[in-house]
């Protein structure tokens, strides 16, 4: 299979699961307040999760279609944008304990998805 063609499957699986995944939030997000009593509130809250199972399984199989040299880079790449993130968690868990507002665990990931867009934007441009 040439690159291009990976490429454009692991784009459709990818997207096919983030729109699934934007419906369903956005289903739970708009019927979850209206049921504060039903013992359905919960499993609705946690049905996202599905789409997410879906989107871990698209990026798996876009990840074991690429040669080893782009694995290797990926890993790299995420490797730091990891250790960027874990950084950033605990200097600002020690500025909490002086007054900074608590964040929610909703923040990790777009620090992380920005710190390895980050660097994956820097190795490309320094070559």
């Not at 782009?70 to 250790?83: D, K, P, Q, T």
């Not at 950084?87 to 620090?111: A, H």
Request: cysteine-free; hydrophobic content about 55%; overall charge positive.
């Amino acid at each position: 299979m040439k690159e291009q063609e990976k490429r454009r499957k692991y784009f459709v699986e990818f997207g096919v699961a983030i729109a699934f995944y934007l419906l369903v939030l956005g289903g739970a997000v708009l019927l979850a307040p209206q049921m504060p009593d039903s013992s359905w509130r919960l499993p609705l809250q946690l049905s996202p999760i599905v789409p997410i199972a879906l989107l871990i399984w698209a990026i798996v199989r876009g990840f074991r279609r690429t040669d080893e040299f782009v694995r290797l880079r990926s890993l790299e790449n995420i490797a730091v944008a990891a250790a960027v993130t874990a950084g950033w968690t605990v200097s600002y868990g020690f500025m909490e304990t002086v007054g900074f507002p608590r964040l929610s665990m909703f923040v990790i990931w777009p620090v992380m998805g920005l710190a390895w867009a980050g660097i994956a934007g820097i190795r490309r441009v320094a070559g």
